[in-house]
């Protein structure tokens, strides 16, 4: 399977009227009618493991609309990849092509390795070839065609659980809503363990089996089984790590239930300083921005290596700096070079990336760098400091002065 389609065969495509591998716009003024088209290519309903293609600049009889393929749009249908509309991750690349004289945008969307796929917590698939919603039915295989080679560590089934080792309490109150649009969940009648499968917390099989993902997003005690699955908190009283430790804290919690507490000792260690402009006015001047703790720490959960590693996520406050350091290196075509560059991103758990989305951990991929540092620019800190080696990464956050 390969996204570079030959342009006999995107032709062949495009004058196909009758193809449920192709979706063709004139235009681009719905872009939600083209991450839906996105999603159902993803899903690959029909099995037929191929790419399908949308086509902007045609219409729905293939003629040519002569639509200006401005950079613009390309960047536009490029970002729907990982703008977090769209999860998993799709496969896709966004090119422009000149087709029997025609100038085209092309979309090719390769079937996904992790179905189901979802646009803001719905499942379109292709029906013929019109679009549509998933049926309770259509979910459950969709779940079942879940390819088992090559899959990320987040994905693998982790065979010493069991389902009695999930909060199931937890994953019907915090994560489903989150991630399934309500009216779904109110049409489809689905067993817990069907919503499991599908949300990727656990095997299609029986008996379902947790997956790593499952484990670290509503396991009951995560590190019982990813024993690197924590954060440890150090307070530092000076500026060397063996100076006296002021407080400490490990949270090895399900994963909203430890970013909820690592707010809160964020927030409770930021010293506020004020000062009376007026009698009127006062200016609360915080020493680090919370949203770049924020960024960075939830950066370093998300891509760090989780398997061949008992290490944890390591937060160390002195009292001139905060020290964020994640077990795992570059990975993907993210490299020593570009790292931290806006654009250049990867996941090595992308379906943890899913699930942090999901919770709002996430508001956009691949900025939350590029946030952080403008943060620490608007507070009047230091730009921040990344120390990038082969097995870890570590961010230097310095006190504003």
Same mark, same amino acid.
């Given at each position: 399977?390969?996204?570079?389609?030959?342009?006999?065969?995107?032709?062949?495509?495009?004058?196909?009227?009758?193809?449920?591998?192709?979706?063709?716009?004139?235009? !681009?003024?719905?872009?939600?009618?083209?991450?839906?088209?996105?999603?159902? +290519?993803?899903?690959? !309903?029909?099995?037929?493991?191929? @790419?399908?293609?949308?086509?902007?600049?045609?219409?729905?009889?293939?003629?040519?609309?002569?639509?200006?393929?401005?950079?613009?749009?390309?960047?536009?249908?490029?970002?729907?990849?990982?703008?977090?509309?769209?999860?998993? +991750?799709?496969?896709?690349?966004?090119?422009?092509?000149?087709?029997?004289?025609?100038?085209?945008?092309?979309?090719?969307?390769?079937? @996904?390795?992790?179905?189901?796929?979802?646009? $803001?917590?719905? !499942?379109?698939?292709?029906?013929?070839?019109?679009?549509?919603?998933?049926?309770?039915?259509?979910?459950?295989?969709?779940?079942?065609?879940?390819?088992?080679?090559?899959?990320?560590?987040?994905?693998?089934?982790?065979?010493?659980?069991?389902?009695?080792?999930?909060?199931?309490?937890?994953?019907?109150?915090?994560?489903?809503?989150?991630?399934? @649009?309500?009216?779904?969940?109110?049409?489809?009648?689905?067993?817990?363990?069907?919503?499991?499968? @599908?949300?990727?917390?656990?095997?299609?099989?029986?008996?379902?089996?947790?997956?790593?993902?499952?484990?670290?997003?509503?396991?009951?005690?995560?590190?019982?089984?990813?024993?690197?699955?924590?954060?440890?908190?150090?307070?530092?009283?000076?500026?060397?790590?063996?100076?006296?430790?002021?407080?400490?804290?490990?949270?090895?919690?399900?994963?909203?239930?430890?970013?909820?507490?690592?707010?809160?000792?964020?927030?409770?260690?930021?010293?506020?300083?004020?000062?009376?402009?007026?009698?009127?006015?006062?200016?609360?001047?915080?020493?680090?921005?919370?949203?770049?703790?924020?960024?960075?720490?939830?950066?370093?959960?998300?891509?760090? !290596?989780?398997?061949?590693?008992?290490?944890?996520?390591?937060?160390?406050?002195?009292?001139?700096?905060?020290?964020?350091?994640?077990?795992?290196?570059?990975?993907?075509?993210?490299?020593?070079?570009?790292?931290?560059?806006?654009?250049?991103?990867?996941?090595?758990?992308? $379906?943890?990336?899913?699930?942090?989305? $999901?919770?709002?951990?996430?508001?956009?991929?691949?900025?939350?760098?590029?946030?952080?540092?403008?943060?620490?620019?608007? $507070?009047?800190?230091?730009?921040?400091?990344?120390?990038?080696?082969?097995?870890?990464?570590?961010?230097?956050?310095?006190?504003?002065?």
């Amino acid at each position: 399977m390969t996204t570079q389609l030959t342009d006999e065969e995107l032709l062949g495509l495009l004058h196909d009227i009758e193809s449920d591998r192709v979706e063709r716009k004139s235009s !681009m003024s719905d872009p939600n009618k083209i991450r839906q088209a996105i999603c159902a +290519f993803a899903n690959d !309903m029909p099995n037929h493991r191929k @790419s399908g293609v949308v086509f902007i600049g045609a219409h729905d009889d293939g003629r040519c609309a002569n639509l200006p393929i401005t950079e613009e749009l390309l960047c536009s249908l490029a970002d729907m990849r990982s703008d977090g509309n769209i999860l998993p +991750f799709p496969v896709m690349t966004a090119e422009k092509r000149v087709l029997a004289g025609c100038t085209l945008a092309v979309v090719a969307v390769q079937p @996904s390795y992790f179905p189901p796929v979802r646009f $803001n917590g719905r !499942m379109w698939i292709r029906v013929g070839p019109r679009r549509a919603t998933a049926t309770a039915e259509e979910e459950v295989r969709l779940t079942e065609k879940r390819r088992g080679k090559d899959l990320p560590f987040d994905l693998r089934p982790n065979e010493s659980a069991t389902l009695d080792d999930l909060d199931l309490d937890l994953f019907k109150r915090t994560y489903l809503p989150s991630s399934v @649009s309500p009216d779904l969940l109110d049409e489809n009648r689905r067993s817990t363990e069907q919503q499991l499968a @599908s949300l990727r917390f656990a095997t299609a099989t029986l008996p379902p089996t947790p997956t790593n993902v499952g484990i670290l997003v509503v396991g009951k005690t995560p590190t019982a089984f990813v024993p690197g699955a924590y954060i440890q908190f150090l307070r530092i009283d000076g500026t060397e790590f063996t100076d006296p430790i002021k407080d400490q804290k490990e949270l090895s919690l399900p994963l909203p239930e430890s970013m909820r507490l690592l707010d809160d000792i964020f927030r409770a260690h930021i010293s506020v300083a004020t000062d009376i402009v007026s009698k009127s006015r006062e200016i609360r001047s915080p020493d680090y921005p919370m949203v770049a703790l924020q960024q960075i720490a939830r950066n370093a959960v998300l891509h760090r !290596m989780y398997e061949g590693t008992n290490a944890p996520v390591r937060i160390t406050w002195f009292k001139d700096r905060i020290e964020i350091q994640n077990p795992g290196g570059p990975y993907g075509r993210v490299t020593r070079e570009n790292f931290g560059q806006p654009g250049v991103t990867d996941y090595r758990n992308p $379906n943890l990336a899913e699930a942090m989305k $999901n919770l709002g951990y996430v508001q956009r991929f691949g900025i939350g760098i590029q946030l952080a540092q403008k943060e620490m620019e608007k $507070n009047g800190n230091p730009r921040i400091e990344f120390i990038v080696e082969e097995n870890t990464v570590l961010a230097v956050l310095r006190r504003k002065q």
